[in-house]
């Protein structure tokens, strides 16, 4: 079930009607957030939401037939099929297959509870196993906008379902400044950890100038954070690639998350870290192959979407010639190949074509043009490329070539990071039709 199936099932009981504290309560919880998250975000207590949770979980497992908590709230209730009776009990009105009705534009993240979240098996299924690891590492490289964090949310949510707490490192929220030296980027790490798992911050008490900052930092992780937790601690680096626009900060950064993961195999207390690497794209910092943590833990490549979950998304949002059986010569292929499979460029096209305001041939005739959906989007990256002559000069390139052609790496990392071109083993070339045809006027 999802959390609109379960919202909507209890809103069709009389005896089961909640409050707007217990419905706030089931969503976070469901998002797995903690008590203490629950009140940052809302005007309650963390513990007038406890007492609130009590019979609320009371009443879920009286609803349900099955012992429900906090903990296993998701994975005990997501498993479960609705039954047609429980289906035809549900509103017209409220139904999930009537959601498209009051679509929000696709922006950010796929919500937790969305109903167009599509799953690239077997990748969901093998990032939850590595993370349940001790001293793990698992590393989620795409594209921009492929899908990453609303990965990453489906991760942690799981996480926090297994117990485990969830510490969220963005590095675009780093001030400039922060990378000017390494001592004072890894004092901000710290920091911010702390502040997450709601600990005391004593970096004075183990940093020490005699020893360096990343021993300080070692000790600092090994005697206080994670001495401190009883449970396993997620950390998930988020926008890792900003470090490669730092190299004497990642050449110094990245070795000690090696080191970490080597440490858990003899350190017990480093088997409660998990990191969680995020990257737009590979990496170019000249390491060394036993410095890198990009050679160990589990490597996951977001893939675009293949034509039958181009076909399923479709469905999800109640287009009706999503059904077609024959997906060879089928409409849904021509998007496919115009926007290469791309889930963000898939969801804005679903989306404007819900609004019945234009035929899929028509979006497809203006999709590469000005006047098309995508160009805000095309505005955006012919602005970077008039800022990057490099690239741009780089891309024309690949355009006029009729074999598969190599770049240099530093040159295919930022083409690769823009999300414009993709790799088969040494050879690059455009992502989709959508740039092919676009960049092919503009250059």
């Not at 409220?94 to 929000?104: K, P, Y």
């Not at 799953?119 to 990453?148: C, D, F, N, T, Y």
């Not at 190949?337 to 028509?362: D, K, N, R, S, W």
């Not at 083409?415 to 039709?433: D, H, P, R, Y």
Request: glycine content about 4%.
């Amino acid at each position: 079930m999802t959390l609109d199936e379960i919202l909507d099932l209890l809103h069709t009981s009389s005896q089961t009607q909640l409050s707007p504290a217990q419905e706030f309560v089931l969503c976070q919880a469901w998002a797995g957030n903690t008590y203490s998250s629950m009140a940052g975000a809302s005007d309650y207590t963390a513990d007038y939401l406890r007492n609130t949770a009590y019979p609320l979980w009371h009443l879920l497992s009286e609803f349900f037939d099955e012992s429900i908590t906090k903990t296993n709230l998701r994975s005990t209730l997501e498993p479960l099929p609705i039954t047609p009776e429980q289906r035809q009990a549900i509103p017209q009105h409220t139904a999930v297959s009537t959601a498209v009705t009051a679509l929000d534009f696709p922006d950010g993240p796929v919500p937790l509870d969305s109903h167009f979240y599509v799953e690239r098996p077997p990748i969901e299924e093998l990032a939850i196993a590595q993370i349940s690891k001790p001293g793990s590492v698992l590393r989620i490289k795409a594209a921009r906008r492929m899908g990453k964090s609303s990965l990453m949310l489906r991760i942690t949510a799981q996480a926090a379902v297994l117990g485990y707490q969830i510490v969220m490192l963005d590095f675009q929220q780093a001030e400039v400044a922060i990378f000017e030296t390494l001592d004072r980027f890894l004092r901000w790490v710290c920091s911010n950890v702390d502040w997450q798992l709601q600990l005391e911050t004593r970096l004075d008490d183990y940093w020490n100038a005699n020893i360096g900052s990343k021993v300080s930092c070692t000790l600092y992780f090994q005697g206080h954070l994670l001495a401190a937790v009883n449970s396993p601690v997620v950390l998930v680096l988020n926008e890792t690639n900003r470090l490669f626009e730092h190299p004497q900060i990642a050449q110094e950064f990245l070795p000690l998350l090696r080191s970490w993961h080597e440490e858990a195999r003899h350190v017990e207390v480093f088997q409660k870290l998990r990191l969680v690497i995020v990257h737009s794209t590979e990496v170019y910092i000249p390491l060394k192959l036993n410095q890198s943590p990009f050679n160990v833990g589990l490597a996951l490549k977001l893939p675009p979407l293949t034509l039958e979950q181009v076909q399923d998304l479709a469905g999800r949002y109640g287009l009706d010639w999503a059904t077609d059986t024959n997906l060879s010569d089928s409409p849904l292929q021509a998007l496919t190949e115009m926007v290469g499979g791309h889930p963000y460029l898939l969801q804005i096209a679903f989306y404007y074509l819900c609004q019945g305001e234009m035929t899929l041939e028509q979006l497809l005739k203006t999709a590469p043009t000005l006047d098309g959906i995508y160009s805000s989007h095309l505005r955006h990256l012919w602005s970077i490329l008039q800022a990057e002559p490099d690239l741009a000069a780089a891309l024309k390139s690949i355009i006029k070539g009729n074999e598969r052609m190599r770049l240099d790496p530093i040159l295919t990392y930022r083409l690769e990071s823009l999300g414009v071109v993709k790799l088969e083993g040494n050879a690059i070339m455009l992502g989709c039709e959508l740039y092919r045809q676009y960049l092919s006027s503009q250059l």
